[in-house]
């Protein structure tokens, strides 16, 4: 909560604090609010430095989600979180209500992850933006429902997407008892989309998709293979052609803002399987749409949480270690020589770094647009701070 400029609240079950009959808890929870009273200046009046934000829909979670609002929508929203949270970019999660009222200036990077009930103004606020050269990442039904969950004949932000819609299938395709597996074909490996994913092909399909068709000024690196039995392993093989269904859809708009659609929901399989291909797909589309203007690099473990809070005159590096268990610990196992990048651009240019849980001082190195600084040990939370 804290590294996000928020406060954290103890909620105790069981009776009051004096007495209580378990107390085990305690000492951590004490020793960080300890922390941060004694380092109040730096917590207060901060904001976020995030560029990317992901969206919320009420809307999509009470008409979309329906009865299964963590089936249906709610695990896009996380898979989206975490594909960020590991790659250390930085992020803010906001209401459609902001998205409508277009107040969307400070983001370079707008990701909508299965936001399938929209209204005409919220689109029309998007528009603006893309045409104004801010970016979009789309997922699944995103735009395909109205705001009563009704669904339309096509997505409202076909045009930003550059594809139509036809229907929503599984990937497997026919449900006829025969346990079957699919691919994503790799149809443009130097697209900037597909970086990083190494020597392959092809990656694991999973969940649904809407069969659309790409039109319009657009790339498609990745295509759907036609699906094949799994068992018995002799047969494990596709003798069908590629569907050649795009999978991905990448398009360059007029006014310098670039749009990526996944028709299949990479964020709501990575929030239930980890396969870390989806969540490279996700990262890539931040990267790509903004250019790669990021506002904080990290090079540590993905259990290392990373935010940017930002104070006149000051930048703040919250760096939280869960690298014993994402909620459970048991033991806590420090990162170490965490490398902390920090573009700048003329209005701050920090002139020294230091940690904040005991003032140790960190060696800054100067690039042209940046600075850089190693963080020795991060056990389990600290603020690295760049004035």
């Known amino acids: 909560m804290y590294a996000n400029g928020g406060n954290a609240i103890l909620n105790l079950s069981g009776g009051p604090i004096q007495g209580h009959q378990d107390q085990r808890g305690f000492p951590a929870v004490q020793s960080l609010y300890r922390f941060v009273a004694d380092n109040q200046p730096y917590f207060n009046d901060d904001r976020s430095g995030a560029n990317v934000a992901i969206v919320y829909s009420q809307d999509t979670l009470f008409y979309y989600g329906r009865d299964q609002p963590k089936l249906n929508y709610v695990d896009a929203i996380r898979g989206a979180e975490l594909a960020l949270s590991d790659a250390h970019i930085p992020f803010d999660l906001i209401s459609d209500a902001v998205v409508k ?3 969307l200036g400070k983001y370079r990077a ?3 992850p299965s936001t399938a009930c929209m209204s005409e103004e919220t689109a029309e606020a998007l528009r603006s933006y893309v045409q104004g050269g ?11 429902f109205d705001t009563d969950g009704n669904r339309r004949s096509d ?28 691919y994503l074909n790799v149809r443009a490996p130097e697209h900037p989309l597909l970086e990083r994913l ?10 649904r998709y809407c069969k659309v068709t790409a039109n319009g000024n657009t790339s498609v690196p990745l295509t759907l293979s036609a699906p094949f039995r799994v068992f018995p392993e002799g047969m494990s093989y596709t003798q069908e052609p590629d569907t050649g269904m795009p999978m991905l859809i990448a398009k360059e708009h007029d006014g310098g803002g670039r749009t990526v659609y996944f028709p299949g929901q990479p964020d709501t399989a990575f929030a239930r399987a980890g396969y870390p291909d989806w969540a490279l797909l996700l990262v890539n589309a931040v990267r ?18 990373a935010t940017l809070r930002v104070q006149e005159g000051r930048r703040l590096v919250h760096l939280v270690n869960v690298n014993g268990g994402r909620r459970m610990f048991s033991e806590l196992i420090a990162a170490r020589d965490v490398t902390v990048r920090l573009p700048f651009s003329g209005e701050f240019q920090p002139q020294r770094a230091f940690l904040l849980s005991d003032r140790s001082p960190l060696a800054v190195t100067q690039e042209q647009d940046a600075v850089i600084v190693t963080v020795p040990r991060v056990l389990d939370y600290d603020v690295v701070v760049f004035e």
């Open 110 to 112: 707008i990701l909508l």
């Open 134 to 144: 801010g970016n979009v990442i789309a997922t699944f039904e995103t735009s395909l």
């Open 288 to 305: 790509w749409t903004t250019g790669d203007r990021l506002p904080l690099s990290i090079d540590g473990p993905e259990t290392l949480l």
């Open 198 to 207: 190494g020597a392959t092909s092809v990656i694991p399909a999973s969940n």
């Open 101 to 103: 009222r277009g107040d």
């Open 155 to 182: 997505f409202l932000l076909a045009d930003l997407f550059g594809a139509a819609y036809h229907s929503t299938d599984s990937v497997m395709g026919e449900d006829n008892g025969v346990y079957k597996q699919s």
